[in-house]
């Protein structure tokens, strides 16, 4: 029996141990102890087999000791399996931070690291130009006009957008821009995503295009040229990156610039003659300059000995000769500008380079450090915006359309898609403004910014999709009053531009995680190429630690022992518990698909897939539990936290079994399922419950729905346009009033106390007014209410061939 319990006691403690990565020491200590304890009192057997294991930790985990024959062979076994990592690789590696996505890699989060980056909110100017410009410019947008009839933003709405430095939102004060945080930019996008040409026409500059370049690599004679004209709107920029050949993979493009001499300014000088094709250019057509990426050689040596200097950047104003552009792209359900750019033989002096001459070859990573902030706000912010205008006009129409004598929104099967949008644009929300408030915290994300563009478009997909369903034929029916179908058949394009989902899924979020995000794997790879046994020899055993500790940590809080310890509110605790549980598996997980599979897993895009699709749902999570932290709740917000964090945890563990169903060594499979999950799946999707609560709440005058939907364009002045969120709003309020009335009307219409022939709302009003069963000023509401309600319940039609664009060759069947 002793024997047993020491055996018991000598695991629990090294498991005690393990927890805390605590390394060899307090192991060797237990086992010795208890191996001392096991020969004084006649446990002769166990004791020696403490005392074995002792000596093994000992030899394995003393330094002095396992650097005497256990590092150099782990050594030359990693420097055999480790994958190769190119250049452009490393750069990419190498660009941005680490923040709580290496918390997350770490398998053991610090909660307070993420809640110290403050989220302060908006200035006062933020806020008054969110509250007054967006709306203004909001209120300019018709998407039928744009998408249809023009083609483009009416002429007054690009005057006002350069008038009031919505181009200048990332430029500093000292060049006449708005120098906005990155949490204000968010916000600035999300308002204008009632209109998706707007949202990309304003996006794309402050993220994408030559201005953060020139900020942050550009020479000042650059700066001071440029940046004061792209703030006001004089200049209008582009970025050509990709083009026939060279899409997701920009590092192959085949652009060229030869370094030559020729003619500038009737000056003979040293230059570039480039040779170029670029598509889907967002701005294109009407930019005035444009940066451009092309690989850079110098066959003559007239710069030095490298001939290949590698990818560079350069402005390149509209008119030099040689530069084709103007021509534009048809880009699907959005008419923003976007089209092709080509030039041959086009010679530029070397002082276009951004950056100057010092600056050429280093244009890779120039891009990867920009695109990763970039890639955090404009998609993300669009999804989110439209997540809130979804909101809006699901709940709006779904209160007042009618089916059955009671609105669609009480109905089961539409509650369901009614609560998924609203899930999907809380964790939207939460997701963009807490990493937005990281970037002005000084973080560069790249890790999350890939989380966040993929995972966020998927999500604008899915509320678009279910938006469209809940609206049925009011919104398949294109016309000025469709306020969600061009949106809705938008939607591939963000899907595909800023790094395809697909190659963002599969190759980026856990691909350039798996080494730029885990606490030891660029350590170790830096110590392979440095030969520094010494440095590898403390990045692979703590690496272990963190292996042992990982496995423990996961195993324990799989059985409900010793959950972590979290600084939230009994909602927000609990979701938070499991995060740093599912951490700790994923952190485990990771480390056995890398080992197991070596650099083959850079092939195992699925694998990888779902490895990033658990970082991704932990990485929301965590953002959700942050912002329901930090700001104040409203009624029926507690249902749609649990919902939220419930759907992202499902989504978590389902990636995980997937995983484990999948991996090629079905033992490891099966001891990582044991171990992460030892009692099985423990979340499963939300209960109808919460589904039930959400839909109410969204599609009636709460509070939730006012939260969900803030900072929005939700109201309608003179002379703007037709604003449906608006009118939804003001009919929500009235719904209150309205539905009694209509269930009175309804049970005299069936008990026949009004005339069957009163077949249309309308007219049972009169007839319940007649009868003495309604007010007269309940009859007076009912007209205006049921008018304003069949307004928005209609759609547009238009004459015969109005959608010929070659009326001669119209059909008319009819003649």
């Not at 493009?253 to 000088?269: M, T």
């Not at 469209?468 to 009011?474: A, N, P, Q």
Request: some cysteine; overall charge negative; proline content about 5%.
């Amino acid at each position: 029996m002793l024997e047993l319990l020491l055996i018991i006691v000598a695991l629990a403690g090294l498991v005690w141990v393990m927890r805390r990565e605590a390394g060899a020491l307090p192991a060797l200590g237990v086992l010795a102890v208890l191996g001392l304890i096991g020969v004084v009192f006649g446990a002769v057997t166990a004791g020696i087999l403490l005392w074995l294991g002792a000596a093994a930790v000992a030899a394995c985990g003393l330094p002095t000791l396992r650097r005497r024959w256990l590092t150099p062979r782990l050594f030359a076994a990693f420097d055999k399996a480790a994958p190769k990592v190119s250049e452009t690789e490393r750069t990419a590696l190498e660009a941005g931070s680490v923040a709580w996505d290496g918390e997350l890699f770490s398998g053991r989060p610090q909660w307070q690291r993420l809640l110290d980056f403050r989220n302060a909110g908006l200035s006062e100017e933020e806020r008054a130009f969110v509250d007054h410009q967006c709306s203004v410019a909001a209120g300019m947008c018709n998407a039928w006009e744009i998408a249809r009839e023009r083609a483009d933003l009416p002429p007054e709405l690009w005057e006002y957008l350069k008038r009031e430095g919505f181009f200048g939102m990332i430029i500093p004060k000292r060049y006449g821009g708005l120098e906005f945080s990155a949490k204000a930019q968010s916000a600035v996008l999300q308002k204008l995503a009632v209109n998706e040409t707007l949202m990309v026409t304003v996006g794309v500059p402050n993220s994408l295009g030559p201005g953060e370049l020139l900020l942050k690599y550009g020479t000042e004679e650059q700066k001071n040229h440029y940046l004061p004209r792209l703030a006001d709107g004089r200049e209008i920029p582009c970025f050509g990156l990709t083009g026939p050949r060279a899409g997701s993979d920009a590092t192959s493009l085949p652009d060229v610039g030869i370094v030559c001499r020729g003619q500038h300014n009737g000056q003979e000088v040293l230059g570039l003659k480039l040779t170029f094709e670029k598509r889907w250019i967002t701005l294109a057509p009407i930019a005035t300059v444009v940066g451009l990426a092309f690989r850079m050689f110098d066959p003559d040596g007239l710069l030095g000995d490298t001939s290949d200097l590698g990818i560079t950047c350069a402005l390149i104003p509209r008119d030099t000769p040689g530069m084709d552009i103007g021509r534009r792209h048809h880009p699907i359900g959005s008419p923003f500008m976007n089209g092709p750019i080509r030039g041959k033989d086009v010679f530029i002096p070397l002082e276009w380079i951004i950056g100057g001459p010092d600056m050429a070859g280093q244009g890779w990573r120039m891009l990867v450090e920009c695109l990763s902030v970039g890639r955090c706000i404009t998609l993300p912010s669009g999804a989110s915006g439209i997540g809130r205008y979804a909101v809006g006009w699901a709940g709006g129409f779904t209160r007042i359309r009618r089916q059955f004598n009671l609105p669609v929104a009480d109905m089961e099967g539409v509650q369901e898609p009614l609560a998924r949008i609203a899930a999907h644009a809380y964790i939207a929300q939460a997701a963009v403004m807490q990493t937005a408030n990281t970037i002005d915290h000084g973080v560069k994300p790249a890790v999350p910014s890939a989380i966040l563009k993929s995972q966020l478009t998927e999500f604008q997909r899915s509320m678009l999709a279910d938006a469209m369903d809940v609206h049925g034929g009011r919104t398949v029916t294109l016309g000025p009053r469709n306020y969600l179908g061009i949106a809705y058949s938008a939607n591939p394009v963000s899907i595909t531009v800023e790094g395809a989902n697909i190659m963002t899924r599969n190759l980026m979020i856990f691909g350039q995680g798996a080494i730029r995000c885990h606490p030891y794997v660029l350590d170790e790879l830096a110590a392979k190429d440095d030969n520094d046994l010494a440095a590898f020899d403390k990045a692979i055993f703590g690496h272990a630690g963190m292996v042992f500790g990982n496995a423990a940590r996961a195993f324990t809080q799989g059985l409900g022992i010793g959950k972590s310890r979290v600084p939230f509110d009994e909602v927000a605790a609990p979701y938070a518990q499991e995060v740093s549980r599912l951490a700790s598996a994923f952190g485990l997980c990771a480390d056995a698909a890398m080992a197991s599979l070596g650099s083959g897993l850079k092939k195992r895009e699925m694998l990888s897939a779902r490895l990033g699709d658990v970082l991704s749902n932990l990485y929301l999570a965590s953002m959700l539990i942050k912002q329901w932290h930090e700001s104040e709740s409203v009624e029926h917000e507690a249902a749609l936290m649990h919902y939220s964090c419930r759907t992202l945890l499902y989504r978590a563990e389902q990636a995980f079994m997937e995983l484990f169903d999948n991996l090629p060594n079905r033992a490891l499979a099966m001891t990582l399922s044991a171990v992460a999950l030892p009692l099985g799946r423990r979340w499963h999707k939300p209960q109808d419950r919460f589904t039930r609560d959400i839909a109410r709440a969204i599609s009636t005058d709460s509070a939730l729905r006012h939260k969900l939907t803030a900072d929005t364009w939700n109201t309608q002045e003179a002379g703007q346009r037709d604003n449906p969120l608006a009118r939804y709003n003001a009919l929500l309020a009235d719904s209150e009033r309205a539905e009694p009335l209509y269930r009175r009307i309804a049970k005299a219409y069936s008990q026949g106390e009004l005339p069957a022939e009163a077949l249309h709302p309308e007219q049972r009003v009169e007839a319940a007014w007649e009868a003495g069963l309604i007010e007269e000023d309940d009859a007076i509401f009912m007209r205006r209410f049921e008018r304003e309600v069949l307004d928005m319940l209609s759609v547009d039609d238009f004459a015969f061939d109005a959608f010929a664009t070659d009326k001669d060759r119209v059909v008319w069947h009819t003649t």
